[in-house]
């Protein structure tokens, strides 16, 4: 080998080793980013298409993920994360479970043991207390902590804005309660009953010392990401858990709406974005659709003028596959 051929071929694995080290320096910024939590409700469950799994999609959806790299952790691993401002992997998935029914323990559970994949079930504590047929007893619930966290899901499983501060307190008080009784821990996380809430249930649940609260928006999870206002995507009968996970989170201030108007109409929309979002965005409103908007000094601010439905209305900001979405719900009991 010439002197000369040996330094171009020094050069060139100089210049490709740079490269990979210019590689790694970024690496941060696109491969360490958004994290996935998601939500099944019933497994296997015939009588109910709507929010039950079927077991073969249930393993379909594990073996995609095992296939493409994913690494599902636990609830606890990524709130961690996030408390201590670490990486947060693009390929971390958490699997969560409300309502603790019994079609978990009898169907869903074994798959998620073959897999060992860890997942949090959130326990609606009325239902164990009580002993309803369809729920898992305190019992199961031992055995399920074998495999996966136990957490919070309200008491009595209401309608969370339509019920008083006084309501809320006692449920919380008496369902945490019940559940340190009977589990002999205290939950760390909560999940909203239906996914609904706003800011003054947000206040209240948090008054109750949860390390993490999640919804039920579609979006990721990134650093700056709310640890008491986690997304979460439900997974049900026809999820598609590809496009699920392409979601990435945009970093959006909701400046208005705040909360669900006193009217019932919402005049407006304006959320202040990063800075590095420049262009282009789409918004979209329940029952009005998805439209598009320009993003000026890095705010977004559009003119609506529509009535609300009386139940959960989403706003939804994205920028390609980066979304955010905000829940608008009436609150009977929102000091005005
Ligand atoms: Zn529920």
Do not use: C
């Not at 999820?239 to 005049?267: E, R």
Request: glycine share 4%.
């Amino acid at each position: 080998m010439t002197h000369q051929k040996h330094r171009q071929q020094n050069n060139a694995y100089f210049h490709k080793k740079s490269g990979v080290l210019f590689a790694l320096f970024f690496l941060p910024l696109f491969l360490f980013a958004d994290a996935h939590i998601f939500v099944y409700h019933r497994f296997g469950d015939k009588r109910y298409t709507s929010t039950s799994t079927p077991i073969s999609q249930l393993k379909n959806e594990f073996e995609y993920l095992k296939k493409n790299g994913y690494k599902v952790v636990k609830l606890s691993t990524l709130v961690q994360a996030l408390k201590n401002k670490e990486k947060i992997s693009d390929k971390w998935v958490v699997l969560t479970i409300d309502d603790s029914y019994r079609s978990f323990y009898e169907n869903g559970l074994e798959v998620f043991k073959k897999y060992g994949y860890p997942f949090t079930i959130f326990v609606y504590v009325k239902s164990v207390e009580n002993k309803y047929p369809d729920y898992t007893s305190w019992k199961e619930l031992k055995t399920i902590s074998k495999y996966g966290e136990i957490a919070y899901h309200s008491y009595s499983h209401p309608h969370m804005t339509y019920k008083s501060d006084d309501f809320l307190k006692k449920d919380f008080a008496k369902g945490l309660r019940i559940f340190e009784k009977r589990m002999g821990f205290k939950p760390k996380y909560f999940a909203y009953p239906y996914g609904e809430f706003d800011n003054r249930v947000k206040n209240i649940a948090k008054s109750f010392g949860f390390q993490a609260i999640l919804n039920q928006n579609i979006g990721a999870i990134d650093k700056n990401s709310d640890l008491f206002d986690l997304d979460r995507i439900a997974l049900t009968g026809n999820a598609n858990l590809k496009v699920d996970l392409a979601y990435k989170h945009l970093n959006a201030v909701w400046i208005k709406p705040k909360n669900y108007p006193t009217n019932g109409i919402l005049k407006q929309i304006v959320a202040k974005l990063d800075s590095n979002d420049t262009k282009d965005i789409d918004y979209y409103l329940s029952n009005y659709g998805w439209h598009k908007a320009k993003i000026k000094n890095g705010y977004v601010s559009v003119d609506i003028d529509k009535k609300l439905s009386k139940g959960r209305n989403r706003i939804a900001l994205k920028i390609k596959n980066k979304i955010a979405i905000k829940l608008l719900i009436k609150d009977k009991y929102e000091r005005k």
